[in-house]
């Protein structure tokens, strides 16, 4: 399980301290964790932080009995392959690879021989609708596509914890429901840790993290769907 500890982080700005998170504590069970709040309220930085991205300034993040607050810049980076997936609102793809050498790309770092890269790949992409595009260039997909793809690239491996950070911030009302009916879907599998401005989106989650001004006010659980 994922949990932070009276997680803070201060930084200076100019002749100001701006304290862009301040003294969070929670764990992340597995399924959907929503964490909603105005711009500014401290959500990207929470991500962060979970994620070994950035060090608090007091406070602490664990992975089970992992500190990753206390690791190296190289090891939290190998604790990031191993355990987490990673979907961006702007996806992040590689433009001189194809769909499926993108989503193989984790399992590059990690070692894997050619053939059991291609075959993971094709495997997720088919998991997405997009095996017939596998060979395509993100610029010969569309924006939904695109970020079908960044999902199926962030389970290759397989994580037990999954970051989306506005998955749905760019795509039009078809391709938002698709992804967002996949990212769920991968979810209940896994911890989702999902950052967003879409209230509606956030509700299709299990719990809702509501922040402001650096600071968790409140969990929400939602009513489920009738």
Sequence with gaps: MLRAENLTKRYRQGDKEVVALLGFTHAFPQGATAVVG????GKTTLLNLLAGLDLPTEGGVYLGEIPLHRLSEDERAGVRLRHMGFVFQQWNLIPTLTAWENVA??????????????????????????????????????????????????????????????????????????????????????????????????????????????????????????
Aim: charged content about 25%; proline content about 8%.
């Design 38 to 41: 105005p711009s500014g309220s």
């Design 105 to 226: 790309f984790p399992l590059l770092l990690a070692g894997w021989p050619l053939g059991k890269r291609r075959a993971r790949a094709l495997e997720l992409l088919e998991g997405v609708g997009l095996l017939k595009r596998a060979h395509h260039l993100p610029s010969r997909l569309s924006g939904g596509e695109q970020q079908r793809v960044a999902l199926a690239r962030a389970l290759a491996l397989d994580p037990p914890i999954l970051f989306a950070d506005e998955p749905t911030g760019n795509l039009d009302a078809e391709a938002k429901e698709q992804v967002a009916a996949l990212l769920f879907k991968a979810g209940k599998e896994r911890t989702l840790i999902l950052v967003t401005h879409d209230l509606e989106l956030a509700r299709r989650a299990e719990r809702i993290l509501h922040l402001k001004g650096g600071r968790l006010l409140w969990e929400e659980v939602p009513s489920p769907n009738p």
